[in-house]
């Protein structure tokens, strides 16, 4: 399997990677780097934006338009511009969270997930927008991450990083209200393996395919890791780096899988053996993945 990165500079933390249906270009975050990436394959031309505050994600929308979700809000930006709106203000205290994984669902909807950055207890939460402004959907976790939906529309998934678990629910498409949590998968913690043990890493940003199998970035497991909708471990992507943060498929055919990825914080032994490390990934796959859905704006 033949594994690439792109020509641009590496990120301190890469996120949220977002093929953009119409601009055929992709778009990803570095969330304390704060900064917007933008790359055309085609004209392999790169472009970036920076922001005051630290970047969660970001989503397209019907308009032309992305949502970027920063510390304090969730804003409208232009990348044709520049121009930036408040869509919706942070409902939390920004000095102890921050938004952060986000996804939209085959209906337009814009969800986004907290992360409560202290990580000693289980107050994030995750949010769905609406036209009267954000709503507290779920709660009970503390990194909020591994957002996808089926191909159906019918399953939603979503993962507690640092309770190294995801979870499926189901979701009525229709008025956009998840039900019935489950364990999905569940990953052994660090202290499960001695110290020279194979930590196979904890679960982050995550993707569905067109067979409805979701793809989900192990951080600090240096894989990615594909399961059918049933559960089971179909196939694993050994990296050439440490942390994987999240997938997405991308490309005309959609069969090519982006793959963000963090080096801050990172030792420099392991940055020196992985030097790719904050870099975008790129390879390709058998099953194509599914057209990101645009956020419809009111």
Same mark, same amino acid.
């Given at each position: 399997?033949d594994? %690439?990165?792109?020509?641009?500079?590496p990120? =301190?933390?890469?996120?949220?990677p977002?093929?953009h249906p119409r601009?055929? *270009? =992709?778009y990803? #975050?570095?969330?304390?780097?704060?900064t917007?990436? &933008?790359?055309?394959?085609?004209?392999q /031309?790169h *472009?970036?934006? /920076?922001? !005051?505050?630290?970047l969660? #994600?970001?989503a397209a929308c019907?308009?032309?338009?992305?949502?970027v979700?920063? +510390?304090?809000s969730l804003l409208? $930006?232009d990348? !044709?511009t520049?121009?930036?709106?408040?869509?919706a203000?942070a409902?939390?205290? @920004?000095?102890? %969270?921050?938004?952060?994984?986000?996804?939209?669902?085959p209906?337009?909807? $814009?969800?986004?997930?907290?992360i409560?950055?202290? &990580?000693?207890?289980r107050l994030?939460?995750?949010?769905?927008?609406?036209?009267?402004?954000?709503?507290?959907?779920?709660g009970?976790?503390? @990194?909020s991450?591994?957002?996808?939906f089926?191909?159906?529309? +019918?399953t939603?998934?979503?993962?507690?990083?640092?309770a190294?678990?995801? @979870?499926?629910?189901?979701?009525?498409?229709k008025?956009g209200?998840p039900?019935?949590?489950?364990?999905? /998968?569940?990953?052994d913690?660090?202290?499960?393996?001695?110290?020279?043990?194979?930590?196979a890493?904890?679960?982050?940003? /995550? *993707?569905v395919d067109?067979?409805?199998?979701?793809?989900?970035a192990? $951080?600090e497991?240096? +894989?990615?890791?594909?399961?059918?909708?049933?559960? %089971?471990? =179909?196939?694993?992507?050994?990296?050439?780096?440490?942390?994987? @943060?999240?997938?997405?498929?991308?490309?005309?055919?959609?069969r090519?899988?982006?793959?963000?990825?963090?080096?801050?914080?990172?030792p420099?032994d392991e =940055? !020196?053996a992985?030097p790719?490390?904050g870099?975008v990934l790129?390879?390709?796959?058998?099953?194509?993945?599914?057209p *990101?859905?645009?956020?419809?704006?009111?």
């Amino acid at each position: 399997m033949d594994i %690439e990165r792109l020509p641009v500079e590496p990120c =301190l933390l890469g996120e949220s990677p977002l093929w953009h249906p119409r601009e055929q *270009a =992709l778009y990803w #975050c570095d969330i304390p780097g704060r900064t917007l990436h &933008r790359y055309d394959p085609g004209s392999q /031309a790169h *472009a970036s934006w /920076a922001f !005051a505050h630290d970047l969660g #994600c970001c989503a397209a929308c019907d308009d032309g338009t992305l949502i970027v979700a920063q +510390r304090d809000s969730l804003l409208g $930006f232009d990348p !044709a511009t520049g121009g930036r709106t408040v869509m919706a203000s942070a409902p939390y205290d @920004t000095a102890f %969270e921050r938004f952060n994984d986000g996804k939209t669902d085959p209906r337009g909807r $814009f969800w986004v997930g907290t992360i409560y950055e202290p &990580r000693d207890q289980r107050l994030a939460s995750l949010y769905r927008l609406d036209p009267q402004g954000l709503q507290r959907v779920a709660g009970d976790i503390t @990194t909020s991450n591994g957002l996808a939906f089926s191909p159906d529309g +019918r399953t939603m998934y979503w993962a507690d990083t640092k309770a190294h678990t995801v @979870t499926a629910w189901d979701y009525d498409l229709k008025r956009g209200e998840p039900a019935n949590r489950r364990i999905f /998968a569940r990953f052994d913690p660090p202290a499960a393996h001695p110290p020279s043990g194979d930590y196979a890493g904890r679960p982050d940003g /995550a *993707a569905v395919d067109s067979e409805g199998c979701y793809w989900v970035a192990m $951080f600090e497991g240096g +894989r990615v890791l594909r399961y059918s909708p049933e559960g %089971e471990l =179909l196939r694993t992507v050994q990296l050439p780096v440490r942390c994987p @943060t999240m997938p997405c498929f991308g490309g005309a055919d959609l069969r090519t899988l982006y793959i963000t990825t963090a080096r801050e914080k990172r030792p420099a032994d392991e =940055l !020196a053996a992985m030097p790719w490390s904050g870099c975008v990934l790129q390879l390709r796959v058998d099953v194509p993945g599914l057209p *990101a859905t645009l956020v419809r704006q009111p």
